[in-house]
């Protein structure tokens, strides 16, 4: 593979932003869409043919001697939050991009159709709405989740749909049946600081974090800030401290099993300095690979909401917007990577994710691997996200290794699957 040219690449997806400090590509964008339209011309001038299904993921096939067999799938999103960074979800699109492209230097072909899919709308950053493609793909998708989205310009998903000609009312048939893939894999940042701190080249993910979340709509009473005594308030925003800290302990008491939760939103109206807040709409995230220990920082959620309510005399109202459980991905595919991880010679660790990712949903049609690379200083969701090329090759190299392997590398003349060389 051409390192050199895989860092091209992620530069060359990555010109395809709104102005900021970081990356800023949001799900259902001119610039995102650009950018997937861009990936498709790549992809067909490899050679592959490439669709759009109707909520908007692209996904690029490349024959196998074999076209009945199922495809071994892999790829990732390039879709960002706010000021993002380079890598999130976009250095596993550019490394499926590099995949293919030194599969037909070298002509090497696969038994197995390959099926490189760049998910859409896997951050929630824009619609509070995360993995929404392969969702659709996985037929874990519903009506009710996604019929009123909205983003915080008041744009309905289904007015940004159109816009780009895709078709919410057709999610349905963006399902594929259990078997239609072999196997799906995806290379990641690991956006954490383990495998920096370990100096261990690849991270093997054995289980994804579920997320749940809450929309909280605080209701205070609005009143001059200058007239109005201490005991009189009704203060939207100091119930929506409160209730924020009260999660934040709840957190760290169950810290053994890494459980964590996070107030990413909170807007106080009216927003003003000289007026007490009367209304805030805050946004929750829970997360966790233990269901029990997640189960208790949400027991501790309500019980906040139900004292401050009494506390303060405010009126909050919470509605779950998402309930994902917990995934132990493929003990098969784990030690499979394993195997290739020590036929390379690269150190690996075993590890959770504690971030969402597409790989996820997958799991519900096919196995799924899950490769991480390190971060540095761990950071992610932020400008300064980073990881070298040194420490991207290792990754490529092993997710390139494992798709081969799955997808059997074929004779051209006899016909007939060859072990890797
Ligand atoms: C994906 O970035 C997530 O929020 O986990
Ligand atoms: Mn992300
Ligand atoms: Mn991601």
């Given at each position: 593979?051409?390192?050199?040219?895989?860092?091209q690449?992620?530069?060359?997806?990555?010109?395809f932003?709104?102005?900021?400090?970081?990356?800023?590509?949001?799900?259902y964008?001119d610039?995102?869409?650009?950018?997937?339209?861009?990936?498709?011309?790549?992809?067909?001038?490899?050679?592959?043919?490439?669709?759009?299904?109707?909520?908007?993921n692209?996904i690029?096939?490349?024959?196998?001697?074999h076209?009945e067999?199922?495809a071994?799938?892999?790829g990732?999103h390039?879709?960002?939050?706010?000021?993002a960074g380079?890598y999130?979800g976009?250095l596993?699109?550019?490394?499926?991009?590099e995949i293919?492209?030194?599969?037909?230097?070298?002509?090497?072909?696969?038994?197995h159709?390959?099926?490189l899919?760049?998910?859409?709308?896997?951050?929630s950053?824009?619609?509070?709405?995360?993995?929404?493609?392969s969702?659709?793909?996985?037929?874990?998708?519903?009506?009710e989740?996604?019929?009123?989205?909205?983003?915080?310009?008041?744009?309905?998903l289904r007015d940004?749909?159109?816009?780009y000609?895709?078709?919410?009312?057709?999610?349905?048939?963006?399902?594929?049946r259990?078997?239609?893939?072999k196997?799906?894999?995806?290379?990641?940042?690991?956006?954490?600081?383990?495998?920096?701190?370990?100096?261990?080249p690849?991270?093997?993910?054995?289980?994804?974090?579920?997320a749940t979340?809450?929309?909280?709509?605080?209701?205070?009473?609005?009143?001059?800030s200058g007239?109005?005594?201490?005991?009189?308030?009704?203060?939207?925003?100091?119930?929506?401290?409160?209730?924020?800290?009260?999660?934040?302990?709840?957190a760290?008491a169950e810290k053994?099993?890494?459980?964590?939760?996070?107030?990413?939103?909170?807007?106080?109206?009216?927003?003003?300095?000289?007026v007490?807040?009367?209304?805030?709409?805050?946004?929750?995230?829970?997360?966790?690979?233990s269901?029990?220990?997640k189960?208790?920082?949400?027991?501790?959620?309500?019980?906040?909401?139900?004292d401050?309510?009494?506390?303060?005399?405010?009126?909050?109202?919470?509605?779950?917007?998402?309930?994902?459980a917990p995934?132990?991905?493929?003990?098969?595919?784990?030690q499979?990577?394993?195997?290739?991880?020590?036929?390379n010679?690269?150190?690996?660790q075993?590890?959770?994710s504690?971030?969402?990712?597409?790989?996820?949903?997958?799991?519900?049609?096919?196995?799924?691997?899950l490769?991480?690379?390190p971060s540095?200083?761990?950071?992610?969701?932020?400008?300064?996200?980073?990881?070298?090329?040194e420490?991207?090759?290792?990754?490529?190299?092993?997710?390139?290794?494992?798709?081969?392997?799955?997808?059997?590398?074929?004779?051209?003349?006899?016909?007939?699957?060859?072990?890797?060389?």
């Open positions: 593979m051409d390192f050199k040219r895989l860092e690449t992620l530069k060359n997806i990555n010109s932003s709104e102005a900021g400090e970081g990356i800023n590509r949001l799900a964008t610039e995102e869409r650009q950018a997937a339209d861009e990936i498709g011309e790549i992809c067909k001038k490899e050679g592959m043919s490439v669709k759009y299904d109707s909520v908007g692209l690029a096939r490349r024959e196998g001697t076209p067999l199922p071994v799938a892999f990732s390039i879709d960002s939050v706010y000021e380079a999130d976009t596993g699109v550019a490394a499926a991009i293919i492209r030194s599969l037909n230097e070298a002509k090497i072909q696969t038994e159709p390959l099926e899919i760049v998910f859409a709308c896997e951050e950053a824009r619609f509070s709405f995360s993995t929404l493609g969702k659709a793909i996985a037929g874990l998708l519903k009506k989740d996604i019929a009123d989205l909205q983003d915080k310009d008041g744009i309905f940004a749909f159109q816009k000609k895709l078709h919410l009312d057709k999610f349905g048939e963006v399902k594929q259990k078997g239609a893939y196997a799906f894999f995806e290379l990641h940042v690991e956006q954490g600081p383990v495998l920096e701190e370990k100096n261990i690849i991270g093997i993910v054995t289980g994804i974090a579920g979340r809450f929309q909280l709509n605080i209701e205070g009473e609005a009143s001059h007239t109005t005594p201490m005991g009189y308030r009704k203060d939207a925003f100091l119930g929506a401290a409160e209730i924020a800290l009260a999660i934040e302990k709840a760290k053994s099993v890494g459980t964590v939760a996070t107030v990413g939103v909170c807007d106080v109206e009216p927003g003003a300095m000289n007490i807040p009367g209304r805030v709409k805050m946004q929750v995230d829970i997360r966790g690979i269901e029990a220990s189960k208790m920082v949400i027991q501790k959620l309500f019980q906040s909401i139900k401050t309510e009494e506390k303060r005399g405010l009126i909050i109202h919470h509605t779950r917007t998402n309930d994902q995934v132990v991905l493929s003990e098969e595919v784990i499979e990577l394993s195997k290739t991880c020590d036929e010679e690269y150190a690996y075993l590890m959770p504690g971030a969402g990712h597409d790989a996820m949903n997958m799991t519900n049609l096919c196995p799924v691997g490769i991480f690379i540095e200083k761990g950071l992610s969701h932020n400008p300064k996200e980073y990881s070298s090329i420490q991207i090759a290792p990754g490529a190299t092993i997710l390139k290794q494992e798709i081969l392997k799955w997808a059997g590398v074929a004779d051209r003349t006899a016909d007939k699957i060859q072990s890797l060389p």
